[in-house]
């Protein structure tokens, strides 16, 4: 079996694969997976690249691949809409902070630069931008506002614009930049492999949800659609709450909450008008406020 998913979420699958492959649902399962940016995943399945699960960054890479008929139009209709797991919106600094970072506003200090991966190309990108504009605009309630941030931001602050989550990682890793806009998940790994970094959480960002859903064009669905399954148990939820990514189940939630502080604020895509409407305004290929605003940062 093949699993698709975004870069960020390796540390998770290492340990939930071989834990599904131990259930009486997953014996005698291989699952090969492969690491990407979630567009450029979604469009390797569009060109005909075998997957039986995907896992994205974001709903539109996975509403490209349902209106392509390669993903059921019911794929999210569960209680927790396709979304096993999910992550927050943080910004990450070198060890000990020297820049002084505590929010969005402190990111358009003088001569701080920003590394923030592409929106066009990255879930990731996506997620971190739109949630400088949810604190900014006060959770779209000052559109202007918010806008004006970002693109202050982005002109001025964004100076390396990688393709991928992991290439903007990596610039970070080697000395480009003083703050990487990413999810917690990363930046939780990150702390972990010993890098010279922390992480700090601003008191308004926003909460990201993370897609999985089984292809319709899978030659084993059933073993696919038992491990999207396994995504939601007990053992699978603590395994991504120790890759740290946030559970979705309440009772894991509530054991991991130590590990997890909550924000004063937090922000959700619906607060945004849903990612149907945020996709349109935002990231349209030709129209949207914030893929014009990011191609004129890196003409």
């Given at each position: 079996?093949?699993?698709?998913?975004?870069?960020?979420?390796?540390?998770?699958?290492?340990?939930?694969?071989?834990?599904?492959?131990?259930?009486?649902?997953?014996?005698?399962?291989?699952?090969?997976?492969?690491?990407?940016?979630?567009?450029?995943?979604?469009?390797?399945?569009?060109?005909?690249h075998?997957?039986?699960?995907?896992?994205?960054?974001?709903?539109?890479?996975?509403?490209?691949?349902v209106?392509?008929?390669?993903?059921?139009?019911?794929?999210n209709?569960?209680?927790?809409?396709?979304?096993?797991?999910?992550?927050?919106?943080?910004?990450?600094?070198?060890?000990?902070?020297?820049?002084?970072i505590?929010?969005?506003?402190?990111?358009?200090?003088?001569?701080?630069?920003?590394?923030?991966?592409?929106?066009?190309?990255?879930?990731?990108?996506?997620?971190?931008?739109?949630?400088?504009?949810?604190?900014?605009?006060?959770?779209?309630?000052?559109?202007?506002?918010?806008?004006?941030?970002?693109?202050?931001?982005?002109?001025?602050?964004?100076?390396?614009?990688?393709?991928?989550?992991?290439?903007?990682?990596?610039a970070?890793?080697?000395?480009?930049?003083?703050?990487?806009?990413?999810?917690?998940a990363?930046?939780?790994?990150?702390?972990?492999q010993?890098?010279?970094?922390?992480?700090?959480?601003?008191?308004?960002?926003?909460k990201?949800?993370?897609?999985?859903?089984?292809?319709?064009?899978?030659?084993?669905?059933?073993?696919?659609?038992?491990?999207?399954?396994?995504?939601?148990?007990?053992?699978?939820?603590?395994?991504?709450?120790?890759?740290?990514f946030?559970?979705?189940?309440?009772?894991?939630?509530?054991?991991?909450?130590?590990d997890?502080?909550?924000?004063?604020?937090?922000w959700?895509?619906?607060?945004l008008?849903?990612?149907?409407?945020?996709?349109?305004?935002?990231?349209?290929?030709?129209?949207?406020?914030?893929?014009?605003?990011?191609?004129?940062?890196?003409?």
């Open positions: 079996m093949t699993l698709l998913a975004f870069n960020a979420t390796e540390p998770g699958w290492s340990s939930v694969l071989p834990a599904f492959a131990a259930t009486p649902e997953g014996s005698g399962v291989t699952v090969t997976a492969s690491y990407g940016a979630s567009g450029d995943q979604a469009n390797a399945v569009l060109d005909g075998p997957a039986d699960v995907v896992n994205f960054a974001d709903e539109p890479s996975v509403t490209q691949l209106s392509a008929h390669k993903i059921a139009p019911d794929w209709t569960g209680p927790d809409r396709g979304n096993p797991f999910g992550s927050l919106i943080t910004l990450v600094v070198r060890q000990g902070n020297p820049r002084q505590r929010d969005w506003n402190d990111l358009l200090q003088p001569g701080i630069e920003v590394i923030c991966p592409n929106p066009a190309r990255v879930g990731s990108g996506k997620w971190s931008l739109l949630a400088a504009y949810a604190a900014m605009s006060d959770g779209n309630k000052d559109r202007q506002a918010g806008m004006e941030f970002v693109r202050s931001l982005v002109l001025e602050h964004v100076k390396v614009g990688p393709t991928t989550l992991r290439d903007a990682t990596d970070f890793n080697s000395g480009s930049g003083d703050v990487l806009i990413t999810p917690e990363n930046a939780i790994n990150l702390e972990r010993g890098k010279p970094v922390e992480h700090i959480t601003p008191p308004q960002t926003l990201t949800d993370y897609q999985v859903a089984v292809l319709s064009s899978s030659a084993h669905s059933d073993v696919a659609t038992r491990l999207a399954h396994f995504l939601y148990t007990v053992d699978a939820q603590r395994l991504w709450a120790k890759a740290g946030r559970p979705v189940q309440p009772d894991v939630a509530a054991e991991f909450a130590g997890f502080p909550m924000p004063p604020t937090l959700t895509i619906s607060d008008g849903g990612w149907k409407q945020v996709q349109l305004r935002f990231f349209d290929s030709k129209n949207g406020t914030i893929t014009r605003i990011f191609n004129q940062a890196t003409e």
